[in-house]
């Protein structure tokens, strides 16, 4: 099954071809970054009009590269939601002028579970699994029993993992997107600065980051009225330590106590080296479960991961119909 993904929902317009679910034949992504930046951060009217100039250029581009014709093409996977609804129905009004031309089956997929699936381009599936998914605006604990099956067992309560980055770098005047250069001075610094851990309720595998957020910023203010300087690498060392320590910690806790066989780390967030690193040492000390983390290509948003997991749900059986909306605020669990 040769399928086509389309992804469109926020500043990376993007196609590829992927085999079986398995094996990437294409994967093309063109990045509005340098568009977004002087404004510090996604400008919806501006990501629209960039996916209109870039989706066909995209697609054709996925198609050469991956020297296969739409006679190839068994399903057409785009994301459906959730995202900006203006850059998300670029991508549905082409998959849907693709489908209807071409007469080829038609699938939406959810961007979360595109994030998840694109670890099945580097390994198969092993069930019970659980998916952390850590991205620019989601942050949450998913179960899967099955494929095409999503749990959500824990989610933020307030800002994502990539926001708080973000956030964080804005007001340490770094660019836009501020994930890698936090992560960048993070390695450069010491967690020399106390800051506090969102544990929440004992029991509970939700998360929150504002609180976090808005001691970095007073720790900031603070050190300014007193005149002194703080150094940059330290305090992105020690906001990374306070975001990976409860990252890890709820991410083993709940794996134990599921019993699953098989993590897997998903979302923009997933790149960040020092939460690869803590997850990578925790997991070596737990027995039986698996964990994968995706090569860094494939943690940002790109359309192999659509086409993956589109894969999954054309070979049980579901298909999109051609009047197919975008729907920015998409759950998962449906
Ligand atoms: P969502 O997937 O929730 O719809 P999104 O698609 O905008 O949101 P992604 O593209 O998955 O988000 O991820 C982008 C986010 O990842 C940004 O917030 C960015 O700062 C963050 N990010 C990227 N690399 C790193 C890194 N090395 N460390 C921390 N954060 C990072
Ligand atoms: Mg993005
Ligand atoms: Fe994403």
Redesign the pocket.
């Known amino acids: 099954i040769v399928v086509l993904g389309i992804e469109t ?4 317009t993007a196609a590829a071809v992927v085999r079986d679910g398995k094996e990437i034949l294409s994967n093309v992504v063109a990045s509005q970054i340098e568009s977004h930046r002087r404004f510090g951060g996604v400008v919806p009217e501006l990501a629209s009009r960039h996916h209109v100039e870039q989706i066909t250029i995209v697609i054709e581009e996925a198609m050469k590269q991956a020297a296969v014709t739409f006679e190839d093409i068994d399903a057409v996977a785009v994301t459906e939601g ?2 900006l609804v203006g850059a998300l129905l670029v991508g549905v009004n082409a998959a849907k002028a693709l489908a209807f031309s071409r007469n080829i089956p038609l699938v939406g997929v959810h ?2 579970a595109g ?1 998840i699936y694109a670890n099945r381009l580097i390994t198969d599936f092993t069930f019970p699994l659980l998916s952390l998914v850590v ?4 942050t949450e604990l998913v179960y899967m029993e099955k494929h095409g099956s999503f749990k959500v067992i824990g989610e933020t309560r307030d800002d ?1 993992a ?2 708080a ?2 956030k964080v770098a804005r007001t340490l005047n770094l660019p836009y ?4 250069h ?2 960048r001075l993070a390695q450069e610094g010491t967690a020399t600065i106390d800051l506090p851990r969102a544990w929440l309720e004992e029991d509970s595998y939700d998360f929150s980051f504002s609180g976090l957020k808005s001691a970095v910023i007073n720790t900031l203010h603070n050190a300014e009225q007193r005149g002194e300087k703080i150094s940059p690498e330290n305090l992105a060392a020690s906001f990374q330590a306070s975001v990976v320590e409860v990252l890890t910690e709820k991410t083993i806790r709940a794996a134990k106590e599921l019993g699953v066989k098989q993590v897997l780390l998903a ?3 997933a ?3 020092g939460l690869r690193k803590s997850l990578e040492s925790a997991f070596e000390r737990i027995e039986h479960v698996d964990l994968v983390i995706p090569p860094l290509y494939l ?3 790109n359309a192999a991961m659509i086409a993956a997991a589109g894969t999954v749900l054309f070979e049980v059986g579901i298909r999109g119909a051609l009047d197919m909306n975008a729907h920015p605020g998409l759950d998962i669990e449906k």
Do not use: L
Not at 9 to 12: F, H, I, L
Not at 177 to 180: A, C, H, I, R
């Open positions: 929902s926020c500043d990376e959730p995202g961007h979360i994030h991205s620019g605006g989601h994502a990539g926001e980055y973000d997107p501020g994930g890698p936090i992560d979302g923009g967030v790149a960040n080296k943690c940002t948003d």
